[in-house]
């Protein structure tokens, strides 16, 4: 027979654990939190001993009053209240395979410090990946959809200004070309210039992470964001409530969590 929690965490995200550390904190509830992926940033975020199971949902059923997880080794767990923070991932480029397209700055390592690299994007984030890549190689290209980057005017200024960095503005990669090794040696624009790269790293659109739940349970915009009310709670089912990246102005999760609180009392 499947375990019964009073709160189950669906993600574990920042605002997953923060909800988990107040719930903790302020209640005697039976709390869990389930995610595919325990980062350790998120893990240590916690300063109480999480209850966890490392599985990704993959199927809810609710029924009486009692949300029943389905996971990936066809386990189950079952929950009263349930809480997803599932967050967001990085929206992939449809391009051809490659080892050299990164998502993240800390696993780009390349030997030489002429080896070009282009930083797909339009945001704070794209400026800063650009920023930190050119203290280190001398040949950055920012590839931007938009005419000008959405970040504060000083950070702009200064991809800008910067002796290391080509801003190419209103541009796309096309396509790009990779060795039978999976290498990465050049790519195509959308402006049809093609540009000698080593590595492209992206920091374009993030977009909701899957999960697990069906739209019959919890329903999603067609952004794939989590929808809910101003208390937070689904569209459906009150006891299951969204917080953090995966809905669109998300409530507090200390909120969220003061709120599951109170309804159990």
């Not at 039976?30 to 599985?55: A, C, E, M, P, Y």
């Not at 397209?101 to 780009?108: H, Q, R, S």
């Not at 945001?123 to 920012?142: C, G, R, S, W």
């Amino acid at each position: 027979m499947a375990e019964l929690y009073d709160v189950i965490i669906v993600g574990a995200s920042q605002a997953g654990i923060s909800a988990y550390n107040y719930l903790h904190k302020n209640s005697n509830l039976k709390i869990l939190v389930v995610s595919s992926n325990f980062q350790n940033t998120s893990v240590h975020g916690s300063i109480f001993k999480i209850d966890r199971l490392q599985h990704k949902v993959i199927y809810a059923e609710y029924r009486y009053g009692i949300t029943t997880l389905i996971l990936d080794d066809n386990s189950r767990v079952c929950g009263k209240y349930i809480i997803i923070a599932t967050g967001t991932k990085p929206k992939k480029l449809n391009l051809e395979n490659s080892a050299d397209i990164y998502y993240k700055l800390k696993d780009i390592k390349l030997r030489s410090k002429d080896a070009p690299i282009i930083v797909v994007g339009s945001n704070e984030m794209t400026a800063n990946f650009a920023l930190a890549l050119a203290d280190k190689y001398n040949h950055i290209y920012v590839c931007c959809p938009d005419q000008r980057l959405h970040c504060g005017k000083e950070l702009g200024l200064q991809v800008y200004w910067s002796k290391n960095i080509a801003f190419l503005p209103l541009c796309e990669i096309k396509s790009c070309k990779v060795s039978k090794a999976g290498k990465l040696s050049e790519v195509e624009l959308s402006t049809y210039e093609k540009i000698k790269c080593k590595a492209i790293l992206v920091s374009a659109d993030r977009i909701p992470d899957e999960t697990g739940f069906p739209a019959t349970v919890v329903p999603t915009d067609a952004e794939g964001y989590v929808i809910v009310n101003h208390k937070g709670q689904t569209k459906l089912i009150p006891s299951i409530y969204a917080i953090g990246e995966c809905v669109k102005n998300a409530n507090s999760e200390i909120e969220v969590a003061r709120n599951i609180i109170n309804e159990i009392k």
